[in-house]
Structures are given as structure tokens and as C-alpha cells.
């Protein structure tokens, strides 16, 4: 396990520079809409909220495997310089970010907001993106337990979000969900009104076309504290697609070890590990709607994947 | 021997810990948790109980174990929030390494 204050000290520096994690400009790893028609803004309309958070897998993934290498070695220590690579030029570590990842990689991922834009669409939601808009949540650093950083970068992202004039968000991960829904009135005083992009989508389609049932691995936000668990299955149904339950799912789901990855990837490979046993055992390839979960499940070397990649192939 | 601060508790409702005396020890939470490690996160909420201050800074690494993946505070009988409350002390511990 690295020493929690390094980490924290690390990521509560990126945010203040970067205004996400990394310390890279957000610019370079949010790039999936440029191939997507233009999003035209009308009055009313509801701003599509990624936090970045798809979009940050590959990167995420990258930084695990170096740090899953260094944990427990007597190199784990230095990483309390790290917060110093604030010093270096910005485009540095991007560069070396973008290095460390692949093009397919980053295409599986941002190809999943592509697809939720196309499932939207086609369920008539009104919606609009712009880059400059969407912001990281700042989740990490509530759940790490730097306050004052969260307070801080929330207050930033509600100002700007209320300079464009912006009531209405669809997101698209848990995590993010969680912050603007909760936490965000609780810390800002603001209030938006936040859907998931799955409680909005009309879809229909013929009975599956034959295929065997899905297992759904729940994550925590989305199961317990949001209690959206219902949100996916309607989705399955719409599509005529049979479901599984596994062993602890809905309100119950077991967590997949994401949000130990920070502070150590060796706790986490064990909590996965016994939810992967879990998800194994309904003999069904597991379908998820949360990015942390999907890459360490991927991890796993399980068949798994994201809910509007499966809508996607149906409609 | 450990100190104690009888205050502890009161102290670290400034941090949004203002559950902890529900507490009655039943250890459903520790039961639950998905990380099987001595008697987590009983044994942290009990140090908060008897004000070990102290203690809590010795074991402070622990508290990032937690996955705040929500099953303690979901099956609790007292509903004393203990995966909020584990946060509340990474928010305390914080504010001490930055502020001694």
C-alpha cells in the first residue's frame, strides 16, 4: 500500500494545475467528439456531463500498471516527489501519458460516449455537448478525503457551469452522477437537474435476436446509492434481452475493487478477484455501466462489456 | 497506554463524523466488508468511541482501505453511517497532516 498522503498530495496538485487527476491539459485525452456530428445547442436542452471519466480509462489503466509495479518495492517511496512534476513543462507528462496508451484502447472507450450519443439520439433526447462545459467532478479527491480540494474544484465547475446558463445534465457514469447529484448541492449550495443518460433512453428491438442472457455486474453508486439498479434491466427488456442476476446485485452489488486502484492495486486485484468468482459463476458474459468497473473487470480477463456498447449493437 | 480525548467525538463532527456514538458495536459492518481486515471498520469507530485520538493517527493508513463502497452503512441496525464515518476520519486525518 503507498502512503495514502503522497497520492492525495498528487492528485489535490493535478487538480489545481489540470483540473483533472492527470495534470495534463483535459484537451488531450477529450477528443471522442470530434468525429461526431455537431452538437447544436437550443434553448432548454440538457448538457451530455462525461466527467471525463470514460475518457480517462486508458490513462487510468496506464498509471495502475506502472504503480502496481512500484507497490511494496523500495521505489514506493519516491512517489512523494511526484507532486513535483507540477514543475515540469505541462506537455511533458501528456505526452508521456499518451506514450504509455494505445489508439485501440482509447477508441474502445471513447467509442462508448459515441454510442450513447447514437442511443440518445435515436430515443429523442434533446441534448448538446461542448468540450469547455464538461469538467472533471472532482470525486477522487471527496473520496480520498481532501475536502477543501473537492470544495474547491466543485465551486469551480458549478461557476462555469451556471455561466453557460446550464440547469439540465445527463451523465454518464456513476461516480460523476453521485457528485453532481449529491454532493455538489451539499458542498455548492447548487442544484442541477441530473438524469443518468439510461433513465432517458426509449429503445426497442426484436427479441434479442436469440442471444443468451447477460449477467449484470451493479456498481456500488448506481446499486446502493443511487438505487438506479432498475434503469439497466429496463434497458435489457426494452431490447428483448434475457438477464441473469448474480450473487449480490441490485442494492447488494459487491464492489470490484476500482477505488482501492489508487492506493493500492494489489487490494484491489483481491476484491476483484472475488467479485470476478461471483460474475463467473452465472456462466454469462457480464454487461456494466461504470468505466472503473468495465477496465478491472477487463483487467480480469473477463468477458464484459459496457451497457450502451451492447444497446448499441441491437439499434 | 493511550490517551484519551473524551471531546474526540464531539471534535470530529466538524468533519461530518456525527454518528459515532450510535454505535453499539455489533460488528455487522466489519462482518460485511469486503475487505476482511482485523475487524474493519468496527475497530476504528470504537477508537472514536473512547476518544483514542492517537490511535486513530497511528492506524490512519487504514482508512484508505476502505473501498466506500456503501454495505456497511446500507446493513447497519443503528444506522450510525460507518462508510461515511470512515471518510469523515480520512477528512480529519488530512486536515491534521496538513495542519499539525
Redesign the interface.
Known amino acids: 500500500m503507498f502512503n495514502p498522503r503522497d497520492i492525495i498530495d498528487l492528485i489535490a496538485a493535478n487538480v489545481r494545475q489540470s483540473r483533472n487527476p492527470f495534470g495534463v491539459p483535459s484537451t488531450r485525452f477529450n477528443t471522442w467528439w470530434r468525429k461526431m456530428p455537431g452538437f447544436t445547442r437550443r434553448p432548454g436542452e440538457a448538457l451530455l456531463f462525461t466527467g471525463l471519466m470514460y475518457q480517462a480509462i486508458p490513462y487510468i489503466e496506464a498509471t495502475t500498471r506502472y504503480l502496481e509495479r512500484l507497490e511494496g518495492s523500495r521505489w514506493a517511496d519516491y512517489l512523494r516527489w511526484a507532486r513535483f512534476s507540477r514543475y515540469l513543462p505541462g506537455s511533458l507528462p501528456g505526452r508521456g501519458l499518451s506514450f504509455l496508451t494505445s489508439r485501440a484502447e482509447k477508441q474502445k472507450f471513447n467509442g462508448i460516449l459515441q454510442t450513447i450519443c447514437r442511443l440518445l439520439t435515436k430515443s429523442g433526447v434533446g441534448f448538446f455537448y461542448h468540450p469547455e462545459m464538461d469538467f472533471y467532478s472532482g470525486i477522487l479527491l471527496y473520496d480520498l478525503g481532501d475536502q477543501e480540494g473537492f470544495e474547491e474544484h466543485a465551486r469551480f465547475v458549478v461557476r462555469n457551469l451556471k455561466l453557460h446558463g446550464v440547469h439540465k445534465i445527463i451523465t454518464v457514469d456513476p461516480h460523476t452522477t453521485y457528485a453532481l447529484k449529491e454532493l455538489y448541492p451539499k458542498y455548492t449550495g447548487e442544484t442541477f437537474e441530473v438524469q443518468p443518460y439510461f433513465t432517458l433512453l426509449r429503445l426497442s428491438a426484436g427479441g434479442g435476436n436469440g442471444q443468451g442472457p447477460v449477467a449484470i455486474h451493479d456498481p456500488c453508486f448506481y446499486g446502493r446509492y443511487l438505487q438506479l439498479s432498475e434503469g439497466p434491466r429496463q434497458v435489457l427488456r426494452d431490447l428483448g434481452l434475457k438477464y441473469v442476476e448474480v450473487r449480490n446485485s441490485g442494492e447488494f452489488t459487491s464492489c470490484c475493487g476500482g477505488p482501492a486502484e489508487s492506493v493500492s492495486p494489489a487490494l484491489n486485484r483481491e476484491i476483484l478477484d472475488r467479485r470476478v468468482a461471483e460474475l463467473k459463476a452465472s456462466g454469462a458474459p457480464v454487461v456494466t455501466l461504470c468505466p472503473i468497473c468495465l477496465a478491472n473487470l477487463l483487467k480480469a480477463g473477463l468477458a464484459v462489456e459496457d451497457l450502451a456498447s451492447l444497446a448499441g449493437r441491437y439499434c | 497506554m493511550a490517551l484519551v480525548n473524551p471531546n474526540f467525538a464531539a471534535e470530529l463532527e466538524a468533519?461530518g463524523v456525527d454518528t459515532a456514538l450510535e454505535c453499539f458495536n455489533c460488528g455487522t459492518c466489519a462482518a460485511i466488508c469486503?475487505?476482511l481486515y482485523e475487524h474493519f471498520p468496527r475497530k476504528l469507530i470504537r477508537y472514536v468511541q473512547v476518544g483514542a485520538e492517537k490511535k486513530i493517527m497511528e492506524n490512519?493508513?487504514d482508512?484508505?482501505?476502505c473501498?466506500?463502497?456503501?454495505?456497511c452503512t446500507?446493513t447497519c441496525p443503528r444506522q450510525a453511517n460507518p462508510g461515511e464515518l470512515i471518510?469523515g476520519?480520512?477528512?480529519y486525518?488530512?486536515?491534521r497532516?496538513r495542519r499539525p
Not at chain 2, 473501498?67 to 454495505?71: A, P, S, T
Open positions: 468533519f469486503p475487505l490512519a493508513q482508512l484508505w482501505r473501498l466506500h463502497c456503501g454495505l446500507r471518510l476520519l480520512r477528512r486525518v488530512v486536515a497532516w
